[in-house]
């Protein structure tokens, strides 16, 4: 159930981007080229944090290997997740201000950093505190030297490399 309202949430956010683009004019034509072309980067930018994370949760978070997509059932602290504790969510955050910049509408743009604020807010108020229930101390202690995202592209690195190159699960 849980997943569920996630999803609602973050679905709801992205199909307000595309509500509020509708209703906003373009004021500054000149910078839609530039705005567009960032914003195609950002949404790559975010897929990719994504699909790092994704596969990182996949090789790295359970006891016993599982089929299909599970919750993980043990903190990771591999790859992507050993420099930041929510990179798929960070992934949505630049996946929603790039969808944002693509429409070329400076203030479809601005409203987009309001709803990362958004996004932040649910993360800390709502998803740490799920995981902190789920996960406890291990959690406590996984928090202590992680922030909750980090800009670095050598975090990224990190974290293409270990799905990448680490064969075997740690114990």
Not at 132 to 154: A, M, Q
Request: glycine share 8%; aromatic share 16%.
């Amino acid at each position: 159930m849980d997943f569920v309202l996630k999803l609602i949430f973050w679905l709801s956010l992205a199909v307000s981007i595309h509500f509020f683009n509708k209703l906003s004019p373009i004021l500054y034509p000149h910078l839609s080229p530039f705005l567009k072309a960032v914003g195609d980067i950002l949404v790559a930018y975010g897929v990719l944090l994504n699909i790092v994370a994704g596969k990182t949760l996949r090789k790295f978070g359970h006891k016993k290997p599982t089929k299909g997509f599970s919750q993980p059932d043990k903190v990771v602290n591999e790859g992507i997740f050993s420099c930041m504790r929510h990179p798929a969510i960070f992934g949505l955050i630049f996946v929603l201000i790039g969808l944002s910049m693509t429409t070329g509408k400076v203030i479809t743009t601005l409203y987009s950093f309001f709803l990362a604020f958004l996004g932040e807010y649910f993360i800390m108020a709502v998803e740490e505190r799920q995981t902190l229930k789920r996960f406890g101390y291990d959690y406590c202690n996984f928090i202590k030297d992680k922030p909750p995202y980090s800009f670095s592209p050598v975090c990224l690195y990190i974290g293409i490399k270990t799905i990448l190159t680490k064969k075997d699960k740690p114990s």
